[in-house]
């Protein structure tokens, strides 16, 4: 059935280590996101992509990075650079073709820095 | 401002209460209106869009008033599987499609 899946559902990384976080979905959306939320707090958007090939920049996008080689993936990499990368990394897709249209969650990925 | 603002609660409540949630937005442009559920530990899903009509869905009510530019959502007869984070969720038209979650209010059904 049609969805989108993140893996791997938990994940621990050394200090250091850059880490890749997975992301598919076959909605056939156009767009897909990336947020991080920490414990208690609302959602923040780290990376965004309308169209294969191209992303944009969330509100707090240092220390992440995204590739859109296909529109059904959307990988994000956590670098060493991210001070505090431990947090709930949830991924998100939607349609572009009409303004109702809204977001479908991921079941996200817990990261843990040891 | 924030541009979406929720009382983060937490809302404690007996079963089978009413309860009442706003959210105020600050972009007049704003177009779309949503509630999502998240509960502890998971992802958020989509409860209800909003009408400029009001909408309902079962015990759930959902009001968008363009004028105050708030929406509010209205949990009838509370169950104990209504606790979690209810966020409020806008999109607006600016250089694009752009969408703003709220942070979330906290409901806590109690038996």
């Known amino acids: 059935d049609g969805g989108i899946t993140q893996s791997p559902k938990y994940l621990f990384r050394k200090e250091g280590q850059n880490v890749t976080l997975s992301c598919e979905q076959n909605?056939?959306?156009?767009?897909m996101y990336w947020y991080r939320q920490d414990p208690g707090q609302g959602l923040r958007l780290i990376y965004y992509s309308q169209i294969v090939n191209d992303f944009q920049k969330g509100d707090i996008a240092e220390g992440y990075s995204v590739s859109r080689e296909k529109k059904e993936s959307f990988p994000l990499t956590v670098t060493s650079a991210q001070k505090n990368p431990t947090a709930f990394y949830l991924c998100?897709?939607?349609?572009?073709?009409?303004?109702?249209?809204?977001?479908?969650f991921g079941p996200g990925t817990r990261l843990t820095v040891l | 401002r924030k541009e979406v603002e929720q009382d983060p609660g937490p809302f404690n409540v007996p079963e089978g209460a009413t309860v009442a949630f706003n959210c105020t937005y600050s972009?007049?442009?704003?177009?779309?209106f949503f509630w999502y559920r998240q509960d502890c530990r998971k992802e958020p899903k989509l409860l209800m869009s909003?009408?400029?009509s009001g909408n309902e869905d079962g015990r759930f009510t959902a009001q968008l008033n363009r004028a105050s530019q708030y929406i509010s959502l209205l949990i009838r007869d509370s169950k104990l599987s209504d606790s979690a984070t209810y966020l409020c969720v806008v999109k607006s038209r600016t250089g694009g499609f752009k969408t703003i979650f709220g942070a979330g209010t906290r409901l806590f059904v109690k038996a």
């Open positions: 972009n007049s442009a704003s177009q779309s």
């Open positions: 909605l056939n959306h156009d767009a």
């Open positions: 998100a897709s939607s349609s572009l073709s009409n303004p109702t249209d809204t977001q479908y």
């Open positions: 909003v009408y400029s």
